[in-house]
């Protein structure tokens, strides 16, 4: 499903880089979503976005930030990168007049921080 | 807030065995539940949903879940796996305005 994409798809960085990880859609959905998924853990929500003007931590904010640059894109910057941000990173995209909380997501961004 | 738990980390079936894969929440009231699954290598992908109604919800691919307010579960459940079941299965429960994942299931099946 192409609906929701995700650049890059995999990205090895240093210790103490900034890094940026895009997301766009094309559902119209309003309401996005970062995660993070590490084995034995699960899903775990960074930060959330119901309109451009609304952002949200999640469970896992520290040492991220986002920005809701349109309704179609919501980016997540890691501002200096540290070895246990090394996840795997999916964005998520939901239709609040839908009505039903589905959720959407993307192909995911594998980030290794050395 | 609500939190799911996933007792089953990791399952190995072979194939035609039937799957029943555990999921509790922790508060009761009105739930809307989910399940979702991730192929090797691919993103999560809705395999079915409660929100009311019949407790018995059927989703994509033979899946089905019950929902059982009196134990809090939703287990998922297939009569008859198949190799490509092979995935990592999350349960997901809303919360206000998000969706709490459990921590996961991984299912091999084996020919």
């Known amino acids: 499903d192409a609906d929701v994409t995700q650049t890059p798809r995999n990205r090895i960085t240093k210790t103490g880089k900034r890094i940026m990880l895009e997301c766009s859609q094309t559902?119209?959905?309003?309401?996005m979503y970062w995660y993070r998924q590490d084995p034995g853990l699960g899903l775990r929500l960074i930060y959330y976005?119901?309109?451009?003007?609304?952002?949200n931590k999640g469970e896992i904010s520290d040492g991220y930030s986002v920005s809701r640059q349109a309704q179609a894109k919501f980016s997540l910057s890691l501002e200096s990168a540290i070895p246990n941000q090394t996840a795997l990173y999916f964005c998520?995209?939901?239709?609040?007049?839908?009505?039903?909380?589905?959720?959407?997501f993307g192909p995911g961004t594998r980030l290794t921080v050395l | 807030a609500q939190s799911v738990s996933q007792h089953n980390h990791h399952v190995i079936l072979s194939e035609a065995a039937s799957l029943e894969l555990g999921c509790n929440y922790s508060?009761?009231?009105?739930?809307?539940l989910f399940w979702y699954v991730q192929y090797p290598g691919q993103h999560l992908q809705l395999l079915l949903k409660?929100?009311?109604?019949?407790?018995l919800v059927k989703g994509i691919k033979g899946f089905e879940a019950e929902f059982i307010k009196s134990k809090f579960s939703f287990n998922l459940r297939k009569p008859s796996v198949q190799w490509s079941d092979t995935a990592e299965y999350f349960c997901?429960?809303?919360?206000?305005?998000?969706?709490?994942f459990g921590t996961g299931t991984r299912l091999q099946v084996f020919p």
């Open positions: 998520a995209t939901s239709d609040f007049l839908a009505s039903t909380d589905t959720q959407y």
């Open positions: 508060y009761g009231g009105t739930v809307n």
């Open positions: 409660y929100f009311s109604g019949d407790p």
């Open positions: 559902k119209g959905h309003d309401r």
């Open positions: 976005s119901f309109d451009v003007k609304d952002i």
């Open positions: 997901a429960v809303k919360d206000t305005d998000k969706l709490i």
